[in-house]
């Protein structure tokens, strides 16, 4: 049942909590059909899906300036306890490179293909350690079908679950474990760089990856220079720390970047999914904020409007939002936001309600 913040509908307790899971109700007997090319036309007149290379020549720039500063700061350091100080900054900066390499999966950066998986190399695989074929191709069949159990990769089954059918079997120590998941998304989430990696590198044997030989050259060089790098500036003690710090917080970054803007929202009926307009809001929550959030989350707070449009560069998304909402507000389909707390805790709260369905 939809409750209101404002002219905007967002779900009830403002996280999206509703009975029957997050979100569920405010978009049941929802069939509205169509306006997804009179949303794209205003947009497109309104210039919104012009692209600016200049912004992300700039940002990436400043990235790697930052990225020699924290080098030259851990060499300025070496063999001291103080170095693990550069760990969570080399964290932040691997994700900013992770948001860039996003950005470029969606072409938002050039239209050319080549042009953007050449970039896409050299930002995924050379300065973030991973696959950028192997990732493209994982997240376009996300906003493909979005909270789609059988077509979605990020709500397939696994170490946690999102439906109560992906429960059904499940005894002894993994029904204990998805009795548990609530609990055990953060500190899993800090795992979530470092299986990242893995993933990467077994898709360097997975058939009709692109470009296998620059993949596999750029992702060894990346791991090659880290292990320098640690080698070279600290103990072998010390870089085990630095790692589990390093890696833990990319993990957690990376996690509570992406994991708000749909875990929780409704598994959509045959007919809500068929229409593009539906598929891609009633599955996404924003990320209420100012600059400060769009910062920090790289434009995913803007997640309804990312998937609708997402060539569209991030730059863009927050003069698109008001568009984009008031168009859903005039056709009464539920557009969810909230804080960020409030997602997080959607979030947790489905992954509680799900859990507690297995009894085995």
């Known amino acids: 049942m939809p409750g209101s913040r404002g002219d905007v509908p967002v779900m009830v307790g403002e996280a999206g909590g509703a009975a029957g899971g997050p979100g569920e109700a405010s978009c049941a007997g929802v069939t509205y059909s169509g306006g997804y090319g009179d949303l794209t036309r205003q947009v497109r007149t309104a210039g919104l899906l012009r692209r600016h290379p200049s912004a992300f020549a700039a940002h990436a720039v400043a990235l790697l300036l ?26 932040v900066i691997a994700t900013r490179f992770s948001f860039l390499g996003h950005d470029l999966g969606h072409r938002q950066i050039t239209r050319s293909a080549m042009g953007s998986r050449v970039l896409g190399l050299l930002v995924g695989n050379l300065l973030s350690g991973l696959s950028y074929d192997w990732w493209v191709r994982k997240h376009n069949a996300h906003h493909a079908h979005p909270n789609d159990l059988a077509s979605d990769p990020d709500v397939r089954a696994g170490a946690l679950i999102w439906h109560p059918s992906q429960g059904a079997g499940r005894r002894g120590v993994g029904a204990w474990w998805t009795r548990h998941q609530a609990a055990l998304f953060f500190p899993l989430l800090s795992l979530e760089a470092v299986n990242l990696h893995i993933s990467s590198v077994r898709a360097l044997v997975v058939p009709n990856l692109r470009l296998r030989a620059a993949e596999a050259t750029l992702l060894a060089a990346h791991f090659a220079g880290y292990g320098v790098l640690l080698a070279l500036t600290m103990s072998w003690p010390q870089a085990i720390v630095f790692l589990i710090l390093h890696k833990s917080v990319q993990g957690l970054y990376l996690g509570c970047s992406f994991a708000p803007n749909h875990k929780g929202m409704p598994i959509l009926s045959d007919e809500q999914a068929q229409d593009p307009l539906l598929r891609q809001v009633l599955t996404s929550r924003n990320v209420r904020g100012g600059p400060v959030t769009d910062a920090l989350l790289g434009g995913l707070n803007y997640q309804i409007e990312h998937h609708l449009f997402p060539s569209m560069p991030r730059s863009n998304l927050r003069f698109a939002q008001p568009l984009v909402r008031a168009f859903c507000v005039e056709r009464d389909i539920p557009y969810v936001e909230c804080s960020a707390l409030g997602s997080y805790r959607a979030a947790i709260t489905h992954m509680h309600r799900v859990g507690a369905t297995v009894h085995g």
Request: charged letters at 10%; proline letters at 4%.
């Open 66 to 91: 930052v990225l020699v500063a924290v080098v030259m700061l851990m060499t300025a350091l070496r063999d001291s306890w103080w170095i693990l100080v550069a760990a969570p900054l080399l964290a």
